[in-house]
T-cell receptor, first 114, second 111 residues
Framework: GAVVSQHPSWVICKSGTSVKIECRSL??????MFWYRQFPKQSLMLMAT?????????EQGVEKDKFLINHASLTLSTLTVTSAHPEDSSFYIC??????????FGSGTRLTVV | QKEVEQDPGPLSVPEGAIVSLNCTYS??????FMWYRQYSRKGPELLMY????GNKEDGRFTAQVDKSSKYISLFIRDSQPSDSATYLC???????????FGRGTSLIVHP
């Protein structure tokens, strides 16, 4: 079945540093990648949508200069949290859509900024 | 009012019980309906996908859609402790590719 590999699964970083989260579709081409943020006991909050080779579309209220998304190929998308602060601590999840339909989620990244 | 409403629970049931999880929605443009299961600190995994009113069965899971009432359900038969997780409903408008998620219902199946 379709698999999306997300790394790292857990990261702690110091305030002010940047963190890159990577999502790879292992056995299919991801036409669109979605990036979500999830707070404890809350639903998935869509941050941005990206298509291969084009700029990401950010949801209202999401700072595009803070959350840099790169979708360089049909199998790789990255989210970089720049100048991270404690309020950026959260669970970040990617999801990839396939040409034939359906969505596959990565396993998530728990970011803790200290 | 949110487009998709889902009771966060938690819903606690004994092993072997039939579980009913529900979502209501207000957007009549939603055409595709999905149920995801999410274990703690993991990404969601797709359980069921349907686009028509009626029932769809897959093993112990049955997805039910009532478009006239804007109501969807997921039934789990013979629930097991391993079913303990958060269950998220998701919906997509026809012609769109961006799903809208419910907040998830936490299910606890105790032995």
């Amino acid at each position: 079945g379709a698999v999306v590999s997300q790394h790292p699964s857990w990261v702690i970083c110091k305030s002010g540093t940047s963190v890159k989260i990577e999502c790879r579709s292992l056995d299919f081409q991801a036409t669109t990648m979605f990036w979500y943020r999830q707070f404890p006991k809350q639903s998935l909050m869509l941050m941005a949508t990206s298509n291969e080779g084009s700029k990401a579309t950010y949801e209202q209220g999401v700072e595009k200069d803070k959350f840099l998304i790169n979708h360089a190929s049909l199998t790789l998308s990255t989210l970089t949290v720049t100048s991270a602060h404690p309020e950026d601590s959260s669970f970040y999840i990617c999801s990839a859509s396939r040409r034939e339909g359906g969505y596959t989620f990565g396993s998530g990244t728990r970011l803790t900024v200290v | 009012q949110k487009e998709v409403e889902q009771d966060p629970g938690p819903l606690s049931v004994p092993e072997g019980a039939i579980v009913s999880l529900n979502c209501t929605y207000s957007n009549s443009a939603f055409q595709y309906f999905m149920w995801y299961r999410q274990y703690s600190r993991k990404g969601p995994e797709l359980l069921m996908y349907t686009y028509s009113s009626g029932n769809k069965e897959d093993g112990r899971f049955t997805a039910q859609v009532d478009k006239s009432s804007k109501y969807i359900s997921l039934f789990i038969r013979d629930s097991q402790p391993s079913d303990s997780a958060t269950y998220l409903c998701a919906m997509i408008e026809g012609g769109s590719y961006i799903p809208t998620f419910g907040r998830g219902t936490s299910l606890i199946v105790h032995p």
